[in-house]
């Protein structure tokens, strides 16, 4: 470490000198590298799940993601190595196999940054999930769904402490899911949204902005909100 | 995916934490809300009423034109409906208003006029009532509903701090090392503020110690809750300051140079021993000894409170038992200690900064001293009334006895948030003259003679004052629906009009073409707000205030050397029990408060698809309870006073003590206030609506 | 819906044992809950999330993740096949049609009667005895349909070796014996160590040389150092028993055939370190072991050898036994941690690293059953006695698990330097029926494939490394040339596609895509282009997934087509 407690090192050839506990993303964005990113999102704790930010640090076995690996000393970092190319490239692919992203267009913009083929994978088992309308506020279609976690995140620990979501399933099959499946009116959910503001795709999705993406007018939506509150009422 | 034609940054409607919104419009039409992540004082977070709740500014029965009572001179007045008026043209609305209010005023004087101006109102809105109130009628009477929520904050910590305003800022509560809340019920009533303050707790293994008698979602973060019996709070806290002198756990340092009162204050509660307090307020006093003893080692601690201590008979009492504790610990003046009052309304701050009360001056500035009133008169060129005017509840009282003729409402619905509405009502109907402005016409607009339709907080431009004293900008996202109005520019026109019929000469200037120009007047006025002007705003996001000149930089927290009141003031203290108890024949204490959906008197909420999710008045009743009276979940039932009956749908929960039912006050269909009592704190005037006795039963089928 | 929970009274007993621990009993919670009801009912979860605190989507979150645990009711007796290579080789596939046919269910379906449901799961440590089943609570070795419904005698494996220091008393000593145990030479290790500061005992362990016979190879006394270095309270002994990697099934043996050993190397690294708490986790399907362990834990209490004051010193330690619920990856060490602090089992980001950051945040060790079979045997004989096994390279007796098409399965103790050729000719009497060696998984589903070719290196850490190989666990299945090596594939395919935790991008999609190419092979459908999208799935998981089993999930796969590019043919379709 320098003496003045600050770290020095290289990203793709460029020195630079940063605090200590700073991550490869951030000193990388100092001299202008980006990263890309799918699950980190600076209102949360970063997890380092989507390894898109991965680069190649000298000496290492594996792939740092740089979200969250910390700088070191003397480190000499690559962000576009061959090696690093194919692993964001080939998970681009494998996700657009699994997940729709049609209507994620930040991650629309990553395949065509790396040249992914979004038929790669053909005969790819789908996430397909039904559309969830079960709250006044947002629906939930978890065909959408990326698994970044971050709606799991702002619920729980990083803001809202209500713990309404939680990681459900297990490995290609997970999902996002409350308790035992519960409708989000029946779970500890405030509707707060703050889910819906980071959710990076469209799985979560203002139920307004929803009804109009479907071609309804204002008007319309709310004559059919009135319709869903006769039929709540109705059914108790 | 819809495009947003534009996204328009504002400042949230409901309550005192000022969250930033990014409102998304298309075709004139608000469809969404988002919040961005990179300012203060909510970083992206947002509460539902925030994200979901801002819809009710296209609900159709948004009033759309000037509106003239069909009736006008049927005495008592009757509450009536749109179907009572007619439309009328913004022309002969003002000059109606205007004639009458000069009549009364020609007649009977200024002080015959009682005003609400409003802390949903911008800062410059209210800046220009008061000055419409004093500088063209005459009179201080002049208020709004900090008096119904906060008045007993204000009245404890002016005596013992001299500075009422809550003294951290929201940014530091994600680094609190111990805290207490207290009568807050944060995750409902301040849902992003209590967000922050869990951060503490769930990230920095902060100490939480809650005071409420309600299993609010706090006590589940909580390392310490004392569960009192409703209105016994003073008990608890002298108990905890006898633990902490007893324990020598003061700061002897701080209270020698900034504190003075400390020998007669310590021997006031050398005998309130936590068995003591144990007795009055139920809370086992190891629970009590064990509080104290945690608040008194941290090295840092800081207080928040909500209407739980301030809505009481004792209000003041309470707040200067808690304001005790802080001073006795050295707990201000630092970053993540103070005495935080959190804030009700979106802009209860800045109305009360702006001028909004009866005593003084935007800044606080009173009107009874010679040289202050004489700077105004000096700035507006006209003669002030020195005599401090009456608070809200006052004016009910002087209009009952006569000497009040007519009410300006702005913004304000009285006739839901005023204590025992039965007795506000008869008010009402005696009236001369009602002026009323707003968006909706609510139950206080029945009443009117006169209602001027307003534009909405996304319809304009101004500020709004959080609840750490920080003044962010509101800016227009969609045109008013029909005729209506920013609230500023109205007040303008009547104020005008009503100069003119007065025939006064000199008009204390009411030609402003932008709300920046009416805050800069204020700003020139008030040295707090002297630095701050709507550029700087646009350009920081916010400023709080104190920031005297354009280069400071603003003040995140307060009392970091001294005390507006020079030392602060250690005050002896005595419990009282509340003004009505439990007896046979209302065997319950009723308490009131928010639920997280809805807002005040529902006026805006109701309007909101947040209606959707919390359609029906609900009782909070134990299980205990429900079954003795045989009352089962989603009945409906009669909730009884002496004052009045409302009938209420049941919610079975642990959350309210056995024996305590707890009554949202939102629902006009079952207004909450129809049982209150109006029984009110001597220093502050405000009401308590956290106890009252009532009887429940069945509902006759 | 209401969340008022109803109480079943064995549960609230139960819960109301756990006192205010919190949610660091949900995985012990959720199994009693399962055990009760054969599920775990909605109205059992609200009771737990109330007396330990813990969140209700969490508590749904951890029934969802872990394979023995349901939210849906199931049978009474869950009929487990193991369908991972060394079974799958033994017919076990055929075995689980037979057993469908005659219950007439599907797979994962109760029989009508709600007495049975069969399900096939991943390697249950009876590759020696394949086809292994897991008959409720009862394990069954060389599976049969009658078997199957008249379970009984527990397998036992052999152990093999010309001298056996580290396995010397299983099968010799009644193993719940403490008397025995002790004339067999136990509890003179934790006695000498007792003797000794805790800083020479870490200096013997160090000079015994001794590795991790988990997987990673790692030097257990530099571990124990520098977790001896942390000046930070409490800290906290694990021993992993969550032995799932296919093909290994030395540490169930060690554990059922000579608990007190385990315990007693337990012992010394606690005492070494500075703790005063362990925690030993077994996989939920070892139901012998977790017996044999609560019987013995029960024992050298009582007998004082675990509690306050350890053979009248100042060194006090208690273990605590915990289940595993079924999941592969909680034999990841911080994905144990998280399993024992009672969520799902997701691994963590290393750095920081158990020394310094494990169980519960705090400074932990964590050892493997046979590291710390080690451990004892060092303190029992000495350092010099115990580098006369094995090599300069490798000190100390090694197990190998041996399994597949070999004459002679089980357990081999190794005490000096062998190759793998002699392995498996010497000693494991080479291949039934004089068949050829097609392939070798040296270090089971995480390793890789051994080419007849290369049978002749030795068996020690680091030579193996030298050629790319690990030795993993000390796995070792063997494929004769009959074997259907796209079937082996398949196989290993889906095994990874069940165990990936899904937090991980490359492994949650890798280890499916990976699946589905290797389907595709094993019907000879392979398309054009899929060896190369195999590799770029496979590389892509070694380079950038979160922990091990996502890094060595495609190991095999890779090896694979490096040694046979001819059982990967593109027969020139494209997709339909």
Same mark, same amino acid.
């Given at each position: 470490?320098?003496?003045?407690?600050?770290?020095?090192?290289?990203?793709?050839?460029?020195?630079?000198?940063?605090?200590?506990?700073?991550?490869?993303?951030?000193?990388?964005?100092?001299?202008?590298?980006?990263?890309?990113?799918?699950?980190?999102?600076?209102?949360?704790?970063?997890?380092?799940?989507?390894?898109?930010?991965?680069?190649?640090?000298?000496?290492?076995?594996?792939?740092?993601?740089?979200?969250?690996?910390?700088?070191?000393?003397?480190?000499?970092?690559?962000?576009?190595?061959?090696?690093?190319?194919?692993?964001?490239?080939?998970?681009?692919?494998?996700?657009?196999?699994?997940?729709?992203?049609?209507?994620?267009?930040?991650?629309?913009?990553?395949?065509?940054?790396?040249?992914?083929?979004?038929?790669?994978?053909?005969?790819?088992?789908?996430?397909?999930?039904?559309?969830?309308?079960?709250?006044?506020?947002?629906?939930?279609?978890?065909?959408?769904?990326?698994?970044?976690?971050?709606?799991?995140?702002?619920?729980?620990?990083?803001?809202?402490?209500?713990?309404?979501?939680?990681?459900?399933?297990?490995?290609?099959?997970?999902?996002?899911?409350?308790?035992?499946?519960?409708?989000?009116?029946?779970?500890?959910?405030?509707?707060?949204?703050?889910?819906?503001?980071?959710?990076?795709?469209?799985?979560?999705?203002?139920?307004?902005?929803?009804?109009?993406?479907?071609?309804?007018?204002?008007?319309?939506?709310?004559?059919?909100?009135?319709?869903?509150?006769?039929?709540?009422?109705?059914?108790? | 995916?819809?495009?947003?034609?534009?996204?328009?940054?504002?400042?949230?409607?409901?309550?005192?934490?000022?969250?930033?919104?990014?409102?998304?419009?298309?075709?004139?039409?608000?469809?969404?809300?988002?919040?961005?992540?990179?300012?203060?004082?909510?970083?992206?977070?947002?509460?539902?009423?925030?994200?979901?709740?801002?819809?009710?500014?296209?609900?159709?029965?948004?009033?759309?034109?000037?509106?003239?009572?069909?009736?006008?001179?049927?005495?008592?007045?009757?509450?009536?409906?749109?179907?009572?008026?007619?439309?009328?043209?913004?022309?002969?609305?003002?000059?109606?208003?205007?004639?009458?209010?000069?009549?009364?005023?020609?007649?009977?004087?200024?002080?015959?006029?009682?005003?609400?101006?409003?802390?949903?109102?911008?800062?410059?809105?209210?800046?220009?009532?008061?000055?419409?109130?004093?500088?063209?009628?005459?009179?201080?009477?002049?208020?709004?509903?900090?008096?119904?929520?906060?008045?007993?904050?204000?009245?404890?910590?002016?005596?013992?701090?001299?500075?009422?305003?809550?003294?951290? +800022?929201?940014?530091?509560?994600?680094?609190?090392?111990?805290?207490?809340?207290?009568?807050?019920?944060?995750?409902?009533?301040?849902?992003?503020?209590?967000?922050?303050?869990?951060?503490?707790?769930?990230?920095?293994?902060?100490?939480?110690?809650?005071?409420?008698?309600?299993?609010?979602?706090?006590?589940?973060?909580?390392?310490?809750?004392?569960?009192?019996?409703?209105?016994?709070?003073?008990?608890?806290?002298?108990?905890?300051?006898?633990?902490?002198?007893?324990?020598?756990?003061?700061?002897?340092?701080?209270?020698?140079?900034?504190?003075?009162?400390?020998?007669?204050?310590?021997?006031?509660?050398?005998?309130?021993?936590?068995?003591?307090?144990?007795?009055?307020?139920?809370?086992?006093?190891?629970?009590?000894?064990?509080?104290?003893?945690?608040?008194?080692?941290?090295?840092?601690?800081?207080?928040?409170?909500?209407?739980?201590?301030?809505?009481?008979?004792?209000?003041?009492?309470?707040?200067?038992?808690?304001?005790?504790?802080?001073?006795?610990?050295?707990?201000?003046?630092?970053?993540?200690?103070?005495?935080?009052?959190?804030?009700?309304?979106?802009?209860?701050?800045?109305? +009360?900064?702006?001028?909004?009360?009866?005593?003084?001056?935007?800044?606080?500035?009173?009107?009874?001293?010679?040289?202050?009133?004489?700077?105004?008169?000096?700035?507006?060129?006209?003669?002030?009334?020195?005599?401090?005017?009456?608070?809200? *509840?006052?004016?009910?009282?002087?209009?009952?006895?006569?000497?009040?003729?007519?009410?300006?409402?702005?913004?304000?619905?009285?006739?839901?948030?005023?204590?025992?509405?039965?007795?506000?009502?008869?008010? *009402?109907?005696?009236?001369?003259?009602?002026?009323?402005?707003?968006?909706?016409?609510?139950?206080?607009?029945?009443?009117?003679?006169?209602?001027?339709?307003?534009?909405?907080?996304?319809?304009?431009?101004?500020?709004?004052?959080?609840?750490?004293?920080?003044?962010?900008?509101?800016?227009?996202?969609?045109?008013?629906?029909?005729?209506?109005?920013?609230?500023?520019?109205?007040?303008?026109?009547?104020?005008?009009?009503?100069?003119?019929?007065?025939?006064?000469?000199? +008009?204390?200037?009411?030609?402003?073409?932008?709300?920046?120009?009416?805050?800069?007047? *204020?700003?020139?006025?008030?040295?707090?707000?002297?630095?701050?002007?709507?550029?700087?705003?646009?350009?920081?996001?916010?400023?709080?205030?104190?920031?005297?000149?354009?280069?400071?930089?603003?003040?995140?927290?307060?009392?970091?050397?001294?005390?507006?009141?020079?030392?602060?003031?250690?005050?002896?203290?005595?419990?009282?029990?509340?003004?009505?108890?439990?007896?046979?024949?209302?065997?319950?204490?009723?308490?009131?408060?928010?639920?997280?959906?809805?807002?005040?008197?529902?006026?805006?909420?109701?309007?909101?698809?947040?209606?959707?999710?919390?359609?029906?008045?609900?009782?909070?009743?134990?299980?205990?309870?429900?079954?003795?009276?045989?009352?089962?979940?989603?009945?409906?039932?009669?909730?009884?006073?002496?004052?009045?009956?409302?009938?209420?749908?049941?919610?079975?929960?642990?959350?309210?003590?056995?024996?305590?039912?707890?009554?949202?006050?939102?629902?006009?269909?079952?207004?909450?206030?129809?049982?209150?009592?109006?029984?009110?704190?001597?220093?502050?005037?405000?009401?308590?609506?956290?106890?009252?006795?009532?009887?429940?039963?069945?509902?006759?089928? | 819906?209401?969340?008022?929970?109803?109480?079943?009274?064995?549960?609230?007993?139960?819960?109301?044992?756990?006192?205010?621990?919190?949610?660091?009993?949900?995985?012990?919670?959720?199994?009693?809950?399962?055990?009760?009801?054969?599920?775990?009912?909605?109205?059992?979860?609200?009771?737990?999330?109330?007396?330990?605190?813990?969140?209700?989507?969490?508590?749904?979150?951890?029934?969802?993740?872990?394979?023995?645990?349901?939210?849906?009711?199931?049978? !009474?007796?869950?009929?487990?096949?193991?369908?991972?290579?060394?079974?799958?080789?033994?017919?076990?596939?055929?075995?689980?049609?037979?057993?469908?046919?005659?219950?007439?269910?599907?797979?994962?379906?109760?029989?009508?009667?709600?007495?049975?449901?069969? !399900?096939?799961?991943?390697?249950?440590?009876?590759?020696?005895?394949?086809?292994?089943?897991?008959?409720?609570?009862?394990?069954?070795?060389?599976?049969?349909?009658?078997?199957?419904?008249?379970?009984?005698?527990?397998?036992?494996?052999?152990?093999?070796?010309?001298?056996?220091?580290?396995?010397?008393?299983?099968?010799?000593?009644?193993?719940?014996?403490?008397?025995?145990?002790?004339?067999?030479?136990?509890?003179?290790?934790?006695?000498?160590?007792?003797?000794?500061?805790?800083?020479?005992?870490?200096?013997?362990?160090?000079?015994?040389?001794?590795?991790?016979?988990?997987?990673?190879?790692?030097?257990?006394?530099?571990?124990?150092?520098?977790?001896?270095?942390?000046?930070?309270?409490?800290?906290?002994?694990?021993?992993?028993?969550?032995?799932?990697?296919?093909?290994?099934?030395?540490?169930?043996?060690?554990?059922?055939?000579?608990?007190?050993?385990?315990?007693?190397?337990?012992?010394?690294?606690?005492?070494?370190?500075?703790?005063?708490?362990?925690?030993?986790?077994?996989?939920?399907?070892?139901?012998?072991?977790?017996?044999?362990?609560?019987?013995?834990?029960?024992?050298?209490?009582? !007998?004082?050898?675990?509690?306050?004051?350890?053979?009248?010193?100042?060194?006090?330690?208690?273990?605590?036994?915990?289940?595993?619920?079924?999941?592969?990856?909680?034999?990841?060490?911080?994905?144990?941690?998280?399993?024992?602090?009672?969520?799902?089992?997701?691994?963590?980001?290393?750095?920081?690293?158990?020394?310094?950051?494990?169980?519960?945040?705090?400074?932990?060790?964590?050892?493997?059953?046979?590291?710390?079979?080690?451990?004892?045997?060092?303190?029992?004989?000495?350092?010099?006695?115990?580098?006369?096994?094995?090599?300069?390279?490798?000190?100390?007796?090694?197990?190998?698990?041996?399994?597949?098409?070999?004459?002679?399965?089980?357990?081999? !103790?190794?005490?000096?330097?062998?190759?793998?050729?002699?392995?498996?000719?010497?000693?494991?009497?080479?291949?039934?029926?004089?068949?050829?060696?097609?392939?070798?998984?040296?270090?089971?589903?995480?390793?890789?494939?051994?080419?007849?070719?290369?049978?002749?290196?030795?068996?020690?850490?680091?030579?193996?490394?030298?050629?790319?190989?690990?030795?993993?666990?000390?796995?070792?299945?063997?494929?004769?040339?009959?074997?259907?090596?796209?079937?082996?594939?398949?196989?290993?395919?889906?095994?990874?596609?069940?165990?990936?935790?899904?937090?991980?991008?490359?492994?949650?999609?890798?280890?499916?895509?990976?699946?589905?190419?290797?389907?595709?092979?094993?019907?000879?459908?392979?398309?054009?282009?899929?060896?190369?999208?195999?590799?770029?799935?496979?590389?892509?998981?070694?380079?950038?997934?979160?922990?091990?089993?996502?890094?060595?999930?495609?190991?095999?796969?890779?090896?694979?087509?490096?040694?046979?590019?001819?059982?990967?043919?593109?027969?020139?379709?494209?997709?339909?």
């Amino acid at each position: 470490m320098s003496e003045n407690g600050k770290v020095s090192l290289t990203i793709d050839g460029k020195v630079v000198e940063v605090e200590r506990g700073t991550t490869i993303m951030e000193a990388a964005k100092r001299v202008d590298v980006s990263t890309p990113i799918i699950c980190y999102h600076p209102a949360t704790t970063s997890k380092g799940l989507c390894r898109q930010c991965v680069v190649e640090v000298e000496e290492w076995r594996t792939l740092a993601p740089a979200c969250i690996t910390e700088v070191t000393e003397d480190m000499v970092v690559t962000t576009d190595s061959e090696r690093v190319i194919r692993a964001r490239k080939t998970m681009l692919e494998m996700l657009n196999a699994s997940v729709d992203l049609s209507q994620s267009p930040e991650i629309q913009e990553q395949m065509e940054d790396y040249s992914a083929d979004p038929d790669r994978f053909p005969g790819a088992k789908k996430r397909d999930h039904d559309l969830l309308d079960d709250n006044p506020f947002y629906v939930r279609d978890y065909s959408q769904c990326v698994l970044c976690w971050r709606c799991v995140q702002v619920c729980g620990d990083d803001v809202q402490k209500d713990y309404a979501l939680a990681v459900g399933g297990r490995g290609h099959d997970s999902t996002i899911a409350t308790f035992y499946d519960a409708p989000m009116p029946d779970t500890t959910c405030v509707f707060c949204g703050n889910c819906v503001g980071v959710c990076p795709t469209n799985a979560l999705q203002d139920k307004t902005e929803f009804l109009l993406d479907k071609g309804l007018q204002f008007h319309e939506i709310r004559a059919r909100r009135r319709e869903e509150r006769r039929k709540k009422s109705r059914e108790e | 995916m819809v495009d947003a034609q534009r996204s328009v940054r504002t400042t949230c409607p409901y309550c005192g934490v000022g969250c930033q919104l990014d409102l998304q419009v298309q075709e004139e039409h608000i469809y969404g809300v988002k919040a961005p992540f990179n300012v203060a004082p909510n970083y992206g977070r947002l509460c539902s009423k925030g994200r979901y709740g801002v819809d009710f500014v296209h609900h159709p029965s948004r009033l759309i034109y000037p509106l003239i009572r069909k009736d006008l001179e049927t005495r008592p007045r009757k509450p009536v409906g749109l179907e009572g008026f007619r439309r009328a043209s913004w022309e002969e609305a003002l000059d109606l208003a205007a004639e009458r209010l000069a009549e009364i005023v020609r007649k009977h004087g200024g002080d015959a006029v009682g005003t609400f101006c409003s802390a949903k109102a911008t800062n410059e809105d209210n800046y220009l009532f008061q000055k419409f109130v004093r500088g063209v009628l005459g009179t201080n009477n002049v208020d709004h509903c900090a008096r119904l929520c906060h008045a007993a904050s204000v009245a404890g910590l002016q005596i013992a701090i001299g500075s009422s305003a809550m003294s951290n +800022s929201i940014a530091e509560m994600k680094d609190l090392d111990t805290f207490m809340v207290v009568g807050s019920n944060t995750t409902e009533a301040h849902p992003v503020i209590s967000t922050f303050m869990l951060d503490a707790v769930v990230k920095k293994g902060a100490k939480l110690i809650v005071v409420d008698p309600r299993g609010i979602q706090m006590t589940e973060f909580a390392t310490h809750w004392l569960r009192q019996t409703p209105g016994t709070d003073v008990a608890v806290f002298q108990a905890m300051a006898q633990v902490i002198i007893e324990e020598e756990l003061y700061d002897q340092e701080f209270i020698t140079n900034r504190v003075e009162g400390f020998e007669e204050y310590a021997e006031s509660v050398a005998g309130f021993t936590p068995e003591k307090a144990e007795e009055i307020s139920g809370v086992p006093a190891e629970q009590i000894r064990e509080a104290a003893i945690l608040f008194g080692k941290a090295n840092r601690a800081a207080i928040y409170w909500g209407m739980g201590i301030s809505q009481s008979v004792h209000g003041t009492d309470n707040t200067l038992s808690i304001a005790n504790l802080a001073l006795l610990t050295g707990n201000l003046g630092k970053p993540g200690t103070g005495l935080n009052p959190l804030r009700g309304q979106n802009n209860v701050q800045g109305c +009360s900064d702006s001028g909004g009360l009866p005593a003084v001056f935007p800044g606080y500035q009173s009107v009874a001293d010679p040289d202050i009133r004489g700077k105004f008169e000096d700035y507006w060129g006209v003669k002030l009334n020195p005599e401090p005017g009456l608070t809200t *509840m006052e004016m009910v009282d002087a209009a009952e006895n006569g000497f009040i003729k007519a009410y300006y409402v702005m913004g304000e619905n009285p006739m839901m948030s005023e204590p025992d509405l039965r007795h506000a009502r008869h008010v *009402m109907e005696q009236m001369d003259f009602v002026l009323y402005q707003d968006i909706f016409l609510n139950e206080t607009g029945e009443y009117a003679d006169v209602i001027l339709p307003a534009g909405s907080f996304a319809e304009k431009r101004g500020t709004f004052t959080n609840s750490d004293r920080r003044v962010q900008l509101v800016r227009p996202a969609i045109p008013s629906p029909g005729e209506a109005r920013a609230d500023w520019a109205i007040i303008q026109d009547l104020a005008s009009r009503v100069e003119e019929k007065l025939g006064r000469e000199h +008009s204390v200037g009411f030609a402003y073409e932008t709300p920046a120009q009416i805050w800069d007047e *204020m700003a020139d006025l008030t040295p707090p707000f002297q630095g701050i002007d709507h550029d700087r705003i646009e350009r920081e996001s916010g400023v709080q205030w104190p920031s005297p000149t354009k280069d400071h930089p603003g003040t995140p927290y307060l009392f970091q050397d001294s005390f507006p009141s020079g030392k602060g003031k250690l005050t002896p203290l005595e419990y009282s029990p509340s003004a009505e108890l439990p007896d046979e024949e209302y065997p319950f204490i009723l308490s009131t408060g928010r639920v997280l959906y809805h807002w005040h008197g529902g006026t805006m909420t109701r309007r909101s698809k947040l209606d959707d999710i919390y359609p029906d008045p609900l009782v909070e009743i134990h299980p205990q309870d429900a079954e003795n009276l045989k009352i089962e979940a989603g009945e409906w039932i009669k909730v009884r006073s002496r004052r009045g009956e409302i009938t209420v749908k049941t919610l079975i929960t642990q959350r309210s003590p056995a024996g305590t039912v707890f009554i949202p006050f939102h629902f006009v269909e079952a207004a909450a206030n129809e049982l209150t009592l109006d029984a009110r704190d001597p220093r502050a005037k405000i009401p308590d609506y956290k106890v009252c006795a009532v009887a429940v039963e069945k509902a006759q089928p | 819906m209401t969340l008022e929970p109803s109480s079943s009274t064995e549960l609230t007993q139960f819960l109301s044992e756990c006192g205010d621990r919190g949610r660091e009993m949900l995985l012990p919670a959720l199994l009693k809950a399962q055990k009760i009801h054969d599920f775990v009912p909605r109205e059992a979860a609200l009771e737990i999330s109330q007396a330990l605190q813990t969140p209700l989507s969490d508590i749904f979150g951890v029934i969802d993740f872990y394979s023995m645990l349901s939210a849906k009711p199931t049978a !009474e007796t869950v009929i487990r096949i193991c369908t991972t290579p060394s079974c799958a080789s033994q017919g076990s596939e055929e075995l689980v049609t037979q057993i469908c046919q005659h219950l007439g269910v599907d797979i994962g379906e109760a029989t009508l009667d709600g007495k049975y449901i069969v !399900e096939e799961v991943e390697c249950l440590g009876l590759c020696d005895h394949a086809p292994g089943a897991l008959v409720g609570k009862e394990m069954l070795g060389e599976a049969t349909l009658e078997t199957i419904f008249s379970p009984g005698g527990h397998p036992v494996s052999e152990i093999y070796g010309e001298e056996r220091p580290l396995t010397s008393r299983i099968g010799k000593i009644n193993p719940l014996s403490v008397r025995e145990y002790q004339e067999a030479g136990g509890f003179n290790g934790i006695k000498r160590a007792l003797e000794m500061s805790p800083e020479d005992v870490i200096q013997m362990i160090k000079d015994s040389g001794l590795t991790g016979r988990g997987g990673a190879g790692f030097p257990t006394g530099l571990k124990w150092e520098s977790c001896a270095e942390v000046d930070r309270f409490p800290k906290y002994l694990v021993c992993n028993e969550d032995e799932s990697e296919p093909g290994t099934f030395k540490d169930r043996a060690l554990i059922e055939g000579d608990p007190f050993t385990i315990l007693e190397g337990m012992m010394i690294a606690a005492y070494a370190v500075g703790i005063d708490k362990g925690y030993l986790y077994i996989r939920g399907e070892y139901t012998k072991s977790h017996e044999q362990l609560t019987k013995a834990l029960q024992t050298a209490e009582e !007998e004082g050898f675990l509690g306050d004051q350890i053979l009248g010193s100042d060194f006090s330690f208690s273990v605590e036994l915990r289940s595993g619920a079924g999941a592969y990856i909680c034999g990841e060490e911080t994905a144990l941690f998280e399993s024992i602090e009672g969520k799902r089992g997701f691994p963590r980001i290393k750095p920081p690293y158990p020394t310094a950051h494990g169980l519960f945040n705090q400074p932990t060790v964590i050892n493997n059953v046979e590291t710390l079979a080690n451990v004892s045997l060092i303190m029992q004989i000495g350092t010099e006695a115990y580098r006369n096994y094995g090599c300069d390279r490798a000190p100390g007796p090694r197990l190998f698990s041996l399994s597949g098409n070999v004459s002679k399965p089980g357990i081999y !103790e190794v005490t000096e330097e062998i190759t793998l050729r002699d392995l498996i000719y010497d000693r494991a009497g080479g291949i039934p029926g004089d068949k050829k060696i097609k392939a070798v998984l040296l270090g089971g589903a995480a390793g890789k494939f051994v080419h007849p070719d290369q049978l002749d290196i030795s068996l020690t850490v680091e030579d193996v490394r030298k050629v790319g190989l690990s030795l993993g666990s000390g796995a070792v299945v063997v494929f004769d040339q009959d074997v259907n090596m796209k079937f082996v594939l398949h196989g290993l395919g889906h095994f990874f596609a069940h165990e990936s935790c899904g937090k991980c991008y490359p492994c949650q999609l890798g280890t499916q895509r990976q699946a589905e190419i290797l389907d595709r092979n094993l019907h000879g459908r392979l398309l054009t282009g899929d060896v190369q999208r195999l590799q770029d799935v496979g590389w892509t998981m070694t380079d950038a997934s979160l922990c091990g089993l996502g890094q060595t999930a495609s190991l095999a796969v890779l090896s694979a087509v490096e040694h046979w590019p001819e059982i990967f043919n593109e027969n020139g379709d494209s997709y339909e």
